[in-house]
């Protein structure tokens, strides 16, 4: 029988960011299908809003690891109180949320745990057999581990996040002796760009992706690319799209030619680049070639817009081509939304 625990972290407001409800989630169908119960673990400076608002999860135990010492991602004091809280459950299958705090410390508590790790986890089936892809998503494999404990880091968009009443949760408090080595490293702050700035939005409904046909010269034998970085820009802002491109045009930008400055190679989607996931994608001045549409993989309903009727999208790549001239469609558009 396995001894299942979720394990998961407050975010700067106090609460559980989505990705904690998706492993909830994944949790308790994993408890379910092994017929099993499972404990929640949390971590960070104040916990009690956050385990309260999920009292009603089902969970058979409530651990806690709190204080200021937990508020910063620091790999030392995470990785002690990850320790803690799966000894204290006796955890054999340790699902967490595949955040960036959970990524960093999640292989080396499963090594102090004398167990195993697996990052990037997609879906979990048949009680503890994981999915997950290799090779740039170009292959799935559905694997089961014998040692135990299993650490299994969920990745984001995979399962609904858990929904609920909020209560009060009896909480057991777990003890992590700290010394002054484990907290020698200090955040000192975050950069980030502001949200305004921030083009890569994993969370959007729709994902925009601009090709390297917003650069290129026009019918009427000029570029206009301040124009297109306009249609863009606003369309996003009035979407709160996520922007991603295809490689051409982020090669451009690289090459510090006059392009689209927002975008980078973090935005680039494909077999060399990202593999977003989005309910729905437009695709703009991008010709649809392999190497980027394989980026598309998790996209459910695709649409682009191209001049040419023969581009990749029309070969079967996408549920609706528009042959049209993307500057005056997302032109029109942007006029519509802002109606
Ligand atoms: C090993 C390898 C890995 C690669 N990895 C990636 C990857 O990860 N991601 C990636 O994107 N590519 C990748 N590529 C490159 C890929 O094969 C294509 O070269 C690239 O995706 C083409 O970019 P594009 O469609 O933006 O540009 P183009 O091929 O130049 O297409 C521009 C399109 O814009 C259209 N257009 C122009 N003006 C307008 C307008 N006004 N309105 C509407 N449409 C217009 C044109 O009709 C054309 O179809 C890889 C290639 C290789 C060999």
Known sequence: METILVLVHTDSEGQLPRAALEALTAARQ??????????????????????????????????????????????????????????AAGATLILAPGTSRWAR??????????GRVDTHVT????????TRWYYRQRMEATLTRAERPWVVLVDSGCFEPWTGAAGTASMEAVAVTLSDTHQRTSVTGFQAPSSDEQTIRPDAKLLLVAGAGWTKTQSDGKTHVPEAAKLILGFLGLTKASLGSTKSLVDLSGEGQAVLPFLTHLNQ????????????????????????????????????????????WARGKADVVYVADAFAVISKVNELLTK
């Open 30 to 87: 994993t408890a379910a299908a092994l017929g099993g119960a499972f404990s929640v673990g949390i971590v960070g400076p104040d916990v009690t809003a956050a385990a309260n608002s999920i009292a009603s999860c089902g969970a058979a135990r409530f651990l806690s690891v709190s204080g200021e010492a937990f508020a910063q991602a620091r790999y030392a004091t995470d990785a002690a109180a990850a320790e803690a809280i799966a000894r």
């Open 105 to 114: 410390v999640a292989a080396g508590v499963a090594q102090r745990l004398g």
């Open 123 to 130: 879906g979990i089936s048949g009680g503890a057999k994981i």
């Open 269 to 312: 989607v494909g077999q060399t680049g990202a593999t977003p996931r989005h309910p729905k994608g437009l695709s703009t001045c991008c010709h649809g070639e392999e190497p980027h549409v394989v980026g598309w993989r998790f996209i459910n309903e695709r649409r682009a817009v191209n001049l040419d009727p023969n581009c990749g």
